[in-house]
């Protein structure tokens, strides 16, 4: 007879087959609860324990369904007289743990029984005796793993802060410092000693390859210009003869050669080039 406990590090589960297949009667104790067990074995491992299986007589091991749930799966494979393993009992600890009432016997074609305990932060043992041996059971207390870091931006990362001055100034002991060129006093940071960047007076953000360029402009000047056009005249005599408005040669219209010309300024405009906006602190973190 063996049993075979379940480990939540696939290090544990090849310790677990040998202990399973060398070593009659005995248990592998598992160090955690983890809900993968024998699936997340590589697949030498998982061929292993199959073939391990299929050699015992009788073959009781526990899979959880989750932290609190679990299965003993338990079958016997008689090898002379007799088909089925008799179950005597299933001890456990009534307080904690919550079973289905075992079978009377335990054949080829296996049994599986479902448990929960009502605590999992609670370690819990169980039993379940035959008529072939009696087979230990023990689950450890389930820690759940530790929450991952919280995420933290990156030391130059600016952001735009829709609160007051007073209030972006207290985050200064977050790490965040407002962009108004002010100089960073801070030890621990690579910024310590450097100017925040002079984004206070109106400046926008912009992407670029690397940090630190500026330029722009809230407004362009266009200078005062002269302008002026020119035409060469003809000689119509039939359509325009007298036109006042023309450079007229004698009575029969216009003079071959003659010109109109013309000439205007255009006065000097500054011109704005600022888009609508919505005015905000922008702080940077340092630290």
Known sequence: MASLGFSDAQSNFSQDYRTLCSQQDSFAQSNSLNTQVIRVADANLAQAFTECVSSQTF?????????????????????????????????????????????????????????????????????????????????????????????????????????????????????????????????GSPWNGQHTPQLSQGSFLRGAANAGGTGGAVSQQIPSQTISSRSNGFDQHDTFWGDPRTNVCGASGFCTGAAVTSQGTWNAATVPTLPPYYEVIYPIRVP
């Open 59 to 187: 073959i009781a091991y526990l899979e959880p369904t989750d932290t609190k749930q679990f299965q003993i799966i338990a079958s016997y494979k008689p090898t002379g007289e007799g088909n089925t393993d008799v179950v005597q009992s299933l001890r456990y600890n009534h307080a904690q743990v919550t079973c289905d009432n075992p079978p009377h016997e335990i054949g080829p074609q296996g049994t599986i029984i479902n448990c929960s305990r009502n605590d999992e932060a609670t370690a819990v043992q169980l039993a379940l005796n035959t008529t072939q041996g009696s087979e230990g059971f023990r689950i450890p207390a389930y820690v759940p793993p530790p929450p991952p870091p919280p995420f933290q931006l990156p030391v130059g990362t600016i952001i735009a802060f829709g609160g007051t001055e007073a209030q972006a100034q207290a985050q200064t002991a977050n790490g965040w410092w407002i962009c108004d060129g002010r100089v960073v006093s801070d030890l």
